[in-house]
């Protein structure tokens, strides 16, 4: 199984660029096409899609949020946070199967 | 609007079996595969289950492999997972996702399973 690996805690101030990390085991892009994906799931709610394929805003996402990589090293860019962004942040590999997630980043306040 | 509601969810004891349902509305759910991903309390999450749109094929990590059925009926616009011989690691919330892409677009709110005695 592919194994994705985020930092479990960041911690930023209002206003401020959120960045946050996942690393793959191995490569999950087919030569252009970058198959992660990043889900915001806020206390006592469903996971929300945010972006798909690695660098697309689901319907409905503030600009604020974006993501960028290819191959093994992906990031999820809150820039810049608000306090409604408070959560955590899932990310999820569909290059194999079984399809993984990340164990999830909290992003608390400083 | 996208509408997934999961429904079934309860105490059970380990080793007896329950059946959640996921009901479906705002989009021709004939269309897409299905899904349903889990999570422990306080932990992350993980994908137990994948229908493809007849129904036809599923697909199961091997931690619920052989326990857990996946099935839909597209005429109710339902989705179903049957869960035997559970465990107290199965202990979870239930989500019901449509997959697109290898992708869960809309997730449902989540049903609660707890397996203890």
């Known amino acids: 199984d592919i194994v994705l690996t985020q930092s479990p805690v960041l911690a930023v101030s209002l206003g401020q660029r959120a960045t946050i990390s996942c690393r793959a085991s191995?490569?999950?892009?087919?030569?252009?096409?970058?198959?992660m994906h990043w889900y915001q799931q806020k206390p006592g709610q469903q996971p929300k899609l945010l972006i798909y394929?690695?660098?697309n805003l689901a319907s409905g996402i503030p600009a604020r949020f974006s993501g960028s990589g290819s191959g093994t090293d992906f990031t999820l860019t809150i820039d810049p946070v608000q306090a409604d962004d408070i959560a955590a942040y899932y990310c999820?590999?569909?290059?194999?199967?079984?399809?993984?997630f990340g164990g999830g980043t909290k992003l608390e306040l400083k | 609007e996208v509408q997934l509601v999961e429904s079934g969810g309860g105490l059970v004891q380990p080793g007896r079996s329950l059946k959640l349902s996921c009901a479906a509305s705002g989009f021709t759910f004939s269309n897409y595969y299905m899904a349903w991903v889990r999570q422990a309390p306080k932990k992350g999450l993980e994908w137990v289950a994948t229908?493809?749109?007849?129904?036809?094929?599923?697909y199961y990590p091997d931690s619920v492999k052989g326990r857990f059925t996946i099935s839909r009926d597209n005429a109710k616009s339902s989705l179903y997972l049957q869960m035997n011989s559970l465990k107290s690691e199965d202990t979870a919330t239930y989500y019901c996702a449509r997959r697109e892409e290898g992708i869960a677009d809309y997730w449902g709110q989540g049903v609660m399973v707890t397996v203890s005695s």
């Open positions: 394929r690695a660098s």
């Open positions: 229908i493809s749109t007849s129904g036809s094929r599923t």
């Open positions: 191995q490569s999950v892009s087919i030569s252009s096409i970058n198959l």
């Open positions: 999820q590999q569909s290059r194999e199967s079984p399809p993984t």
